[in-house]
């Protein structure tokens, strides 16, 4: 089922995070106060019960409810969404390279798509 993989997912993460936190201390700064992290719990949790586990959720289930093909050229589909809202919404440049690496992005989605289509056509349909 999903829940046991989002248990591993938080598990995970607090693990991660917990165990980063030395190696970043330098770039972080020094740890919040114990009444800092009380005061933002409510808007942490709230953001993680109703945003991060439904999303997470959803990306575990639905690719045996779509086909892997399909929910992997809408995950990569995210990652093209990020590279042109970062640039319209922070006024990075949108140049040559955002643009070959966006179609490389989408080329490698349709491409796994077509092969994974064509590798599980039955024997009869395929031209000799």
């Known amino acids: ?10 598990i995970f993460g ?6 980063q936190y030395p190696l970043l201390a330098d770039a972080l700064g020094a740890m919040p106060s114990i009444q800092n992290v009380m ?18 959720a ?7 409810k779509i ?7 809408l995950i990569l589909s ?6 042109i809202s970062a640039a ?5 440049p949108f140049g040559w390279p955002q643009i070959v690496g966006t179609a490389l992005i989408l080329a490698a989605g349709v491409l ?3 092969a994974s289509n064509r590798s599980t056509l039955p024997k009869a349909l395929t031209p000799n």
């Open 1 to 10: 089922g999903i829940f046991p993989l989002l248990f591993m997912v938080i």
């Open 14 to 19: 607090l693990f991660a995070t917990v165990a």
């Open 39 to 56: 005061s933002s719990l409510p808007l942490l949790l709230g953001i993680s019960l109703f945003f991060v586990l439904p999303t997470t």
């Open 58 to 64: 959803i990306i575990f289930w639905s690719p045996s």
């Open 67 to 73: 086909g892997t093909g399909v929910f992997g050229i």
């Open 78 to 83: 995210e990652l093209v969404v990020g590279v």
């Open 88 to 92: 319209l919404l922070t006024d990075e």
């Open 112 to 114: 796994e798509v077509v």
